[in-house]
């Protein structure tokens, strides 16, 4: 909205210095800045309320037994990092742009469930929270809208979307695209489903989840900008989808919100985000990718939400193998997601959270490689 006013202000009355604003390079800068001083200034006093109402987390027997500390801790933080991505987009973005409507319609839909999870499971006493049947049904919801619009009604989000409305591009192959047809919208499903669990799934650490989708949202505002300029996607051969430059913005809020978070998230945690939160960033990750035509690049640049998914897949199927052949269970990990493989053989936590993100930025790197490297 504060983009219009001064874009508005810039044509109507010349005023010197407002033209910088219709650059996205600036927003983008200024929506982080914005998610930051947000988080920052909510932060405290969500905390608050959260201990007010003894909205804490409770204690998890499934997780290593120093989690038992944690036990009360506040928890749908998530709230802060919601708030601080949907108010600088509302501000910075061009919000009657296609691909901006359908992010935020990811984020209100799956921040709605998480949030309703975290609700029914720390309010209501519900030890499991949302039915998990009815947690995957909202996440499918999402995927079939962002899918079928997509698959559907390409010219409504812009109309050079419409030769790739069906297809996705391949990493490390030059001008090479892999149309996916009827199962265009199953493949959407599953990735929006899919990131936004595993991203689930990554947030059992102090500053683990948050500070990887920051990484990951910082380098999905780079490639975001890149395949919106009609000059950098035509050096790179990549798809030029003009309007996905405003999605650089979007991440960029993310990043600054994540960082604000992180502040508070940071071990020993004053607060942890809850599905509220890793639900809707996770389906934000697949979402982007599925808007840009990157779908392929998921599993390099969530490398990290991979992994752990991965291993909790791999524990559960040995498992139930060796149950099954020797009648009694056995494990490959000593707990799963990974992360806690990694608390029981000794390492403290924060080395754990410093060298994902370490991991985390390699393949952050190898990600933007795949641009030129081809």
Same mark, same amino acid.
């Given at each position: 909205m504060l983009y219009y006013l001064l874009t508005y202000l810039h044509k109507t009355f010349n005023l010197p210095g407002l033209g910088v604003f219709r650059y996205i390079t600036f927003r983008a800068g200024a929506a982080a800045i914005t998610a930051l001083i947000i988080s920052f200034w909510v932060g405290p006093k969500i905390i608050r309320k959260l201990r007010e109402y003894q909205i804490g987390e409770s204690a998890k027997l499934e997780a290593p037994k120093t989690?038992?500390?944690?036990? $009360?801790?506040?928890?749908?933080?998530?709230?802060?990092?919601?708030?601080?991505?949907?108010?600088?987009?509302?501000?910075?973005?061009?919000?009657?742009? $296609?691909?901006?409507?359908?992010?935020?319609f990811v984020t209100v839909t799956l921040g709605a469930v998480g949030f309703l999870d975290d609700y029914l499971k720390v309010v209501r006493k519900k030890p499991k929270g949302l039915i998990g049947?009815?947690?995957?049904?909202?996440?499918?919801?999402?995927?079939?809208?962002?899918?079928?619009?997509?698959?559907?009604?390409?010219?409504?989000?812009?109309? *050079?979307?419409?030769?790739?409305?069906?297809?996705?591009?391949?990493?490390?192959?030059?001008?090479?695209?892999?149309?996916?047809?009827?199962?265009?919208?199953?493949?959407?499903?599953?990735?929006?489903t899919a990131t936004s669990n595993?991203?689930?799934?990554?947030?059992?650490?102090? $500053?683990?989840?948050?500070?990887?989708?920051?990484?990951?949202?910082? *380098?999905?505002?780079?490639?975001?900008?890149?395949?919106?300029?009609a000059v950098w996607s035509q050096y790179l051969?990549?798809?030029?989808?003009? $309007?996905?430059?405003?999605l650089a913005i979007y991440c960029a809020a993310i990043s600054g919100a994540a960082l604000g978070f992180l502040w508070f998230?940071?071990?020993?945690?004053?607060?942890?985000?809850?599905? *509220?939160?890793?639900?809707?960033?996770?389906?934000?990750?697949?979402?982007?990718?599925?808007?840009?035509?990157?779908?392929?690049?998921?599993? *390099?640049?969530?490398?990290?939400?991979?992994?752990?998914?991965?291993?909790?897949?791999?524990?559960?199927?040995?498992?139930?193998?060796?149950?099954?052949?020797?009648?009694?269970?056995?494990?490959?990990?000593?707990m799963a997601p990974i992360h806690h493989h990694f608390e029981m053989i000794g390492w403290p936590e924060p080395k754990i959270v410093t060298r994902f993100y370490i991991i985390a930025i390699l393949l952050m790197i190898l990600s933007l490689a795949t641009f030129k490297v081809r």
């Amino acid at each position: 909205m504060l983009y219009y006013l001064l874009t508005y202000l810039h044509k109507t009355f010349n005023l010197p210095g407002l033209g910088v604003f219709r650059y996205i390079t600036f927003r983008a800068g200024a929506a982080a800045i914005t998610a930051l001083i947000i988080s920052f200034w909510v932060g405290p006093k969500i905390i608050r309320k959260l201990r007010e109402y003894q909205i804490g987390e409770s204690a998890k027997l499934e997780a290593p037994k120093t989690h038992l500390a944690k036990a $009360g801790t506040p928890t749908m933080g998530g709230l802060i990092v919601l708030l601080s991505v949907i108010i600088p987009a509302l501000l910075w973005t061009d919000v009657k742009n $296609g691909y901006i409507v359908l992010i935020l319609f990811v984020t209100v839909t799956l921040g709605a469930v998480g949030f309703l999870d975290d609700y029914l499971k720390v309010v209501r006493k519900k030890p499991k929270g949302l039915i998990g049947k009815y947690k995957i049904a909202g996440q499918v919801f999402v995927g079939l809208v962002v899918g079928s619009v997509v698959y559907f009604f390409p010219e409504w989000i812009d109309q *050079t979307l419409v030769p790739y409305h069906s297809s996705t591009t391949v990493p490390f192959m030059k001008n090479l695209e892999w149309n996916l047809g009827v199962f265009y919208i199953p493949v959407v499903i599953f990735i929006i489903t899919a990131t936004s669990n595993a991203v689930n799934l990554t947030d059992g650490l102090d $500053g683990l989840a948050i500070g990887t989708v920051g990484i990951v949202c910082g *380098t999905l505002a780079i490639i975001t900008y890149v395949s919106g300029h009609a000059v950098w996607s035509q050096y790179l051969t990549i798809p030029f989808l003009r $309007g996905t430059g405003e999605l650089a913005i979007y991440c960029a809020a993310i990043s600054g919100a994540a960082l604000g978070f992180l502040w508070f998230n940071s071990h020993p945690a004053q607060v942890f985000m809850g599905d *509220t939160g890793s639900l809707a960033l996770g389906g934000i990750i697949g979402a982007m990718c599925v808007l840009i035509k990157k779908e392929l690049l998921l599993p *390099t640049l969530g490398g990290i939400f991979l992994m752990e998914t991965v291993s909790v897949i791999i524990q559960r199927m040995y498992f139930k193998y060796t149950k099954k052949r020797y009648g009694e269970g056995r494990r490959v990990f000593k707990m799963a997601p990974i992360h806690h493989h990694f608390e029981m053989i000794g390492w403290p936590e924060p080395k754990i959270v410093t060298r994902f993100y370490i991991i985390a930025i390699l393949l952050m790197i190898l990600s933007l490689a795949t641009f030129k490297v081809r």
